[in-house]
């Protein structure tokens, strides 16, 4: 008997699967449509976001270049009145780039740099006399292909032993 009776049971439940088949689309659709639009609204979002830091990033980079390039044509005095190569305290006043780049304005401030490490920087006349007489020199440049990595050559010509450790990099 109880075989006839579970037999009457699942013949009598016919069309039961297609009820949570079409419960549980219902459901799917309610929840997927609202979370796909929000994905969506996400990702515009953050390519907004990634867009505006790559354009302030390009325009900071021609602020480095423009200035760079006013460097090797000796235009620095043109920029900044009573410029000095060799004075390495002095920050001068910011100047902004003549067109806007990436419709940004870009200011760049500029100060000339001392390379030896935990060497002092000194006095501007001082500086003029260790350069220009070449007892220090220092060259630069870009490491193979890398943009990342910037190579320094620093040359030192001591006049007498004593002078020989005098020069920590």
Request: hydrophobic share 40%.
């Amino acid at each position: 008997m109880k075989g006839k009776s579970l037999t009457k049971m699942i013949k009598g439940e016919k069309g039961q699967a297609l009820v949570v088949v079409m419960v549980m689309m219902l459901f799917g659709s309610l929840i997927i449509a609202p979370a796909l639009a929000h994905v969506s609204s996400e990702l515009k979002i953050g390519q907004y976001v990634y867009e505006e830091r790559m354009r302030l990033l390009y325009a900071a980079d021609s602020g480095v270049e423009y200035t760079l390039w006013q460097m090797q044509n000796d235009k620095l005095p043109d920029l900044f009145a009573g410029y000095d190569p060799y004075e390495y305290e002095q920050i001068y006043p910011p100047y902004t780039l003549p067109e806007p780049v990436n419709e940004k304005t870009v200011s760049v401030t500029f100060q000339n740099m001392w390379m030896p490490k935990d060497i002092t920087a000194p006095e501007a006349g001082d500086a003029r006399d260790i350069i220009e007489e070449g007892d220090l020199i220092i060259a630069g440049a870009l490491a193979g292909m890398s943009e990342t990595e910037y190579q320094i050559k620093i040359a030192f010509y001591w006049e007498n032993e004593s002078q020989r450790d005098s020069l920590r990099v």
